[in-house]
């Protein structure tokens, strides 16, 4: 893990993940409604950022 290429590419990875759990969790939500009330119950920033990776990841 010294390696310099091998640690940019894990933190590449990682925030690859990053972004493809939050379009799963928006796709999860819009396809089940009782998802989506528990997805509103939660705290506004979270949602926030849940919902500006998604669009992030489509532009």
Request: hydrophobic residues 40%; charged residues 25%; aromatic residues 18%.
């Amino acid at each position: 893990m010294d390696n310099q290429y091998m640690q940019e590419n894990l933190y590449l990875m990682l925030f690859y993940s990053y972004l493809m759990t939050n379009i799963m969790i928006k796709n999860i939500v819009n396809k089940f409604p009782e998802v989506a009330q528990r997805f509103e119950s939660i705290d506004e920033k979270t949602r926030y950022e849940v919902d500006f990776n998604y669009e992030l990841s489509f532009k």
